[in-house]
């Protein structure tokens, strides 16, 4: 069993920043991926980020240059740092890992909002 919890997310200007962490908790040590995902009002949740058990980050072709995925592996931590943000990025943020076979696990979201 895995436990996500998120932290960080809220109210952001346009151009500014933010850093989302998640802590996860349960047997990760050999996961498949972990990440973050998003879904905004209406639309289907999207991948935003996710770092393979290689270690090579994907982004959404939305995000490349403005958003770093990083993962702790001492802390146990995925941290997305947000930069320049936009009002399309507003959304609720998932953290998400992937644990073998397969195994999907999601955190309870945290909304960040982008004013304009």
């Known amino acids: 069993q895995v436990q996500l919890v998120e932290a960080g997310g809220g109210l952001v200007q346009a151009g500014g920043s933010v850093t989302l962490s998640c802590a996860a908790s349960g047997s990760i040590s050999s996961f498949i991926a972990m990440g973050w995902y998003r879904q905004a009002p209406g639309k289907q949740r999207e991948l935003v980020a996710t770092?393979?058990?290689?270690?090579?980050?994907n982004y959404a072709d939305s995000v490349k240059g403005r958003f770093t995925i990083a993962r702790d592996n001492a802390k146990n931590t995925i941290d997305l740092q947000m930069n320049s943000l936009k009002p399309e990025d507003t959304a609720v943020y998932y953290c998400?890992?992937?644990?073998?076979?397969?195994?999907?696990?999601w955190g309870q979201g945290t909304q960040v909002t982008v004013s304009s």
């Open positions: 770092i393979g058990s290689g270690g090579s980050p």
């Open positions: 998400h890992v992937m644990v073998p076979p397969f195994h999907n696990y």
